[in-house]
């Protein structure tokens, strides 16, 4: 039996002939494919359907581009010639159109495929179920791919651009209305006003200002973005954290969510700054106390840079959490110290060397309105040993614990020190 011979392929100028009739057929329903992509785009990508209903006249752009994409490409292919920049210089304007809206670059390449898809359909359909058909439409799948290629990278150096510049233009707002506010001042209108209500910065707004310098590590650019993305995140729900560089250092305003206690958010910056000690970003925090509104911004400014030039290195000063007492030592002066009985700073000395027992225990003490046996429990020891921690201290400093002028020498030299 002889076997049936194998159909007979076309010649290579007849399959050109049929792949440029089905170019040319496809290049006359051009309309009727814009239109099956953007409806297919409104109803697959959200992005571009809640953007739509932002500007009413997004969905006409979108068949412009498509409209110009598709004919560049068939054309391209008709001609026998691959795309040039120039052939699509329209992708750039495009893809900056949607950033404006605030489109992604995950969304736009995602429209770009659905169009793709639609092109390359149509083009199968032209070819038809017939061998000759497909020999003559296959081939295009490369030249395809290749104008995809070619498209992404338009796209992403657009939106790479349009990112870099937005975040300019926001570091720089940023900056600007920090400026305005630890001046005491609240922008009534423009685009730093806008900004403004986005962080929650308004005249009765109760307000806290910290201010970090770092101790180890330089300040550019990256690490001052990883340490005002750490002091967000730390405050999520508790405040709204306005963050910019400001000559050595950073700049938070923060803005507390209805009835939230200032303590929290110093405990908060407290998360943020052991996060950063780990990360490697060493720096103080000098933390103010609250602001009523904007025009105490420049007093909470002057309290946290009082706190970060007391403060250790890689080390948190929040004065919410200080005494009045506390913060009358934070401020001494050289004469304060001066002042101190060198007998006291001796006692101190040698005491922290030895883990500073006596002066917790003074502390204590005094804590517990000199009761022997509260400061005890709270130090976790027996009674008898707080007593004898006590006559230690009066044998080596000649101060007695138990008068209060004596407890008080002890305890501002304790916070001088």
């Given at each position: 039996m002889v076997a049936p011979a194998a159909p007979r392929s076309e010649s290579p100028e007849a399959v050109?002939?049929?792949?440029?009739?089905?170019?040319?057929?496809?290049?006359a329903r051009v309309d009727e494919l814009v239109e099956r992509s953007v409806a297919l785009t409104l109803e697959q990508i959200p992005a571009y359907a809640r953007a739509a209903?932002?500007?009413?006249?997004?969905?006409?752009?979108?068949?412009?581009?498509?409209?110009?994409?598709?004919?560049?490409?068939?054309?391209?292919?008709?001609?026998?010639?691959?795309?040039?920049?120039?052939?699509?210089?329209?992708?750039?304007?495009?893809?900056?159109?949607r950033a404006r809206l605030g489109i992604e670059l995950e969304d736009y390449l995602a429209a770009y495929r659905i169009g793709h898809g639609v092109l390359?359909?149509?083009?199968?359909?032209?070819?038809?179920?017939?061998?000759?058909?497909?020999?003559?439409?296959?081939?295009?799948?490369?030249?395809?791919?290749?104008?995809s290629d070619l498209i992404s990278a338009h796209a992403g150096k657009t939106y790479a651009e349009r990112r870099q510049f937005a975040v300019a233009d926001a570091d720089r707002e940023r900056r600007d209305l920090v400026e305005r506010v630890l001046a005491g001042e609240l922008p009534a209108d423009g685009p730093l006003a806008g900004v403004a209500a986005a962080y929650g910065i308004g005249a009765a707004a109760p307000l806290m200002v910290a201010v970090a310098a770092p101790r180890?590590?330089?300040?550019?650019?990256?690490?001052?973005?990883?340490?005002?993305?750490?002091?967000?995140?730390?405050?999520?729900?508790?405040?709204?954290?306005?963050?910019?560089?400001?000559?050595?250092?950073?700049?938070?305003?923060?803005?507390?969510?209805?009835?939230?206690?200032?303590?929290?958010?110093?405990?908060?910056?407290?998360?943020?700054h052991d996060r950063l000690h780990r990360d490697g970003l060493e720096l103080a925090l000098g933390v103010g106390t609250v602001a009523d509104g904007v025009a105490e911004v420049p007093r909470a400014h002057e309290e946290a840079a009082v706190a970060l030039a007391a403060a250790a290195p890689a080390a948190v000063v929040a004065l919410p959490?200080?005494?009045?007492?506390?913060?009358?030592a934070l401020r001494a002066d050289d004469t304060a110290r001066r002042l101190l009985d060198p007998r006291l700073r001796e006692f101190?000395?040698?005491?922290?060397?030895?883990?500073?027992?006596?002066?917790?225990?003074?502390?204590?003490?005094?804590?517990?309105?000199?009761?022997?046996?509260?400061?005890?429990?709270?130090?976790?020891?027996?009674?008898?040993?707080?007593?004898?921690?006590?006559?230690?201290?009066?044998?080596?400093?000649?101060?007695?614990?138990?008068?209060?002028?004596?407890?008080?020498?002890?305890?501002?030299?304790?916070?001088?020190?």
């Open positions: 050109a002939a049929i792949r440029r009739r089905i170019l040319e057929e496809t290049l209903q932002r500007d009413p006249e997004l969905p006409d752009s979108v068949r412009d581009q498509v409209r110009r994409n598709y004919r560049a490409n068939l054309l391209a292919l008709l001609e026998g010639h691959r795309p040039t920049l120039d052939d699509t210089a329209f992708v750039r304007t495009a893809a900056a159109a390359w359909e149509a083009l199968l359909e032209a070819g038809g179920d017939a061998p000759s058909g497909r020999e003559a439409v296959l081939p295009l799948a490369t030249p395809l791919m290749a104008y180890a590590w330089q300040l550019d650019a990256d690490a001052a973005h990883a340490a005002g993305a750490a002091l967000s995140r730390a405050c999520r729900g508790r405040a709204r954290v306005l963050v910019a560089a400001r000559q050595l250092g950073l700049v938070a305003i923060l803005s507390l969510a209805e009835g939230v206690d200032p303590l929290e958010i110093c405990d908060a910056l407290d998360t943020a959490r200080l005494s009045a007492f506390d913060y009358l101190l000395a040698s005491d922290r060397r030895r883990g500073s027992v006596l002066t917790a225990t003074i502390r204590a003490f005094a804590e517990a309105d000199l009761n022997v046996r509260v400061a005890a429990e709270r130090l976790q020891v027996h009674p008898n040993t707080a007593q004898y921690r006590l006559r230690r201290v009066r044998e080596r400093t000649g101060r007695n614990p138990r008068r209060t002028s004596d407890l008080l020498d002890l305890l501002v030299a304790i916070a001088l020190e």
